[in-house]
């Protein structure tokens, strides 16, 4: 297929959603994030080849990325690491808001701290940090983080909390009414006592909450939504709780890296992910939210139907910028304490 130039593929991104284009893009994502449906489909669609690899963290991401030629042209970064990748440099402005399809945007996700706007990036997938509980075990309030934090008998050392330093003092913050990221040291002091008083509690610090639920290793846990989802299809007597303290929230999103080689193409694929039947796509295949306005239609009946993924109204949901090196020192020494 003859290739169109940079300009009337610019130009086609805001007329219309048949544009063609021809070549290659070059992928990073998280691993088992990216439905292989919706690559052949975009593939298809635009002649163009893709090829995708896979990271486990945003850490090991961006080390990649800093260390310069990485080939990639596409990352999927949480919303604190295109903050900082943006500050960097690292990052093409593709200006999303003026393509197409940027109308399916949810309003709520637009103007976040990372990309107010949204002159960098679009939204793979959005979700909550929150926490899941086996009902024939514990049949209390599970709309708070006391269920972690001060666990009632029957939990007790049947606890599982992510291994994850700022995951875990955040929804400390939240439980004690705390603003997020603070600094103020008789706070932090209550932090600290509160998880060294709660920890005797906990049997495991782990990611594999979904794994560790269906195995009956645990019979509560710290976790997302779309993986409490997915830990309920095999235990079904698990259920979600929305603490009423509030929960962090986290969008992983569609950035272009600078200088990237297929620049036009990756801007396609952000026009492309902002369709609704494409945004349910990717949603089917990870079981979380995508910020997308009509992708409902197109989701798979139990996710569509999913507790995990109905959020109460005045559910409280913070989106917090990434913490200043002071404060994250000061975390450090709480956390380093907690896991000794």
């Known amino acids: 297929m003859k290739k169109l130039s940079s300009l009337a593929i610019a130009g086609l991104l805001?007329?219309?959603?048949?544009?063609?284009?021809?070549?290659?893009?070059?992928?990073?994502?998280?691993?088992?994030?990216?439905?292989?449906?919706?690559?052949?489909?975009?593939?298809?669609?635009?002649?163009?080849?893709?090829?995708?690899?896979?990271?486990?963290?945003?850490?090991?991401?961006?080390?990649?990325?800093?260390?310069?030629?990485?080939?990639?042209?596409?990352?999927?970064?949480?919303?604190?690491?295109?903050?900082?990748?943006?500050?960097?440099?690292?990052?093409?402005?593709?200006?999303?808001?003026?393509?197409?399809n940027f109308k399916n945007i949810k309003p709520?996700?637009?103007?976040?701290?990372?990309?107010?706007?949204?002159?960098?990036?679009?939204?793979?997938?959005?979700?909550?940090?929150?926490?899941?509980?086996?009902?024939?075990?514990?049949?209390?309030?599970?709309?708070?983080?006391?269920?972690?934090?001060?666990?009632?008998?029957?939990?007790?050392?049947?606890?599982?909390?992510?291994?994850?330093?700022?995951?875990?003092?955040?929804?400390?913050?939240?439980?004690?009414?705390?603003?997020?990221?603070?600094?103020d040291k008789s706070e932090l002091k209550q932090i600290n006592e509160l998880l060294l008083a709660a920890k005797p509690s906990w049997r495991t610090f782990s990611y594999d909450a979904p794994t560790l639920l269906q195995s009956k290793d645990v019979d509560a846990s710290m976790i997302w939504d779309g993986a409490a989802y997915r830990a309920r299809a095999s235990r079904p007597t698990l259920q979600f709780g929305f603490p009423k303290e509030g929960v962090e929230g986290f969008v992983d999103n569609v950035a272009v890296l600078k200088g990237a080689t297929n620049l036009e193409n990756a801007k396609l694929f952000q026009n492309f992910?902002?369709?609704?039947?494409?945004?349910?796509?990717?949603?089917?295949?990870?079981?979380?939210?995508?910020g997308i306005v009509g992708s409902e239609k197109f989701l798979d009946k139990d996710l569509g139907n999913a507790l995990e993924l109905q959020r109460p109204a005045n559910f409280k949901v913070s989106f917090s910028p990434p913490c200043s090196p002071e404060v994250i020192e000061l975390y450090n020494k709480i956390w380093t304490n907690l896991r000794k």
């Open 108 to 183: 709520e996700i637009v103007n976040l701290y990372y990309d107010e706007g949204r002159h960098y990036t679009v939204p793979w997938q959005i979700g909550v940090t929150s926490l899941q509980a086996d009902t024939a075990v514990y049949k209390g309030d599970l709309d708070t983080w006391g269920v972690l934090f001060n666990p009632p008998a029957e939990l007790k050392g049947r606890i599982n909390v992510l291994d994850d330093m700022i995951s875990v003092i955040h929804a400390a913050e939240h439980y004690k009414g705390f603003k997020l990221c603070t600094s």
């Open 273 to 290: 992910v902002m369709d609704p039947e494409n945004a349910a796509m990717i949603s089917n295949f990870a079981t979380y939210s995508n």
């Open 14 to 100: 805001l007329t219309t959603s048949t544009s063609f284009a021809a070549g290659e893009l070059h992928i990073y994502n998280f691993g088992n994030y990216t439905s292989a449906d919706l690559i052949k489909k975009f593939e298809k669609q635009f002649d163009v080849k893709v090829t995708l690899d896979t990271y486990d963290t945003n850490e090991s991401m961006m080390a990649k990325v800093k260390a310069g030629g990485s080939g990639y042209d596409i990352v999927i970064p949480s919303d604190y690491a295109v903050d900082i990748m943006k500050k960097e440099g690292l990052l093409e402005a593709t200006e999303p808001d003026k393509m197409e």
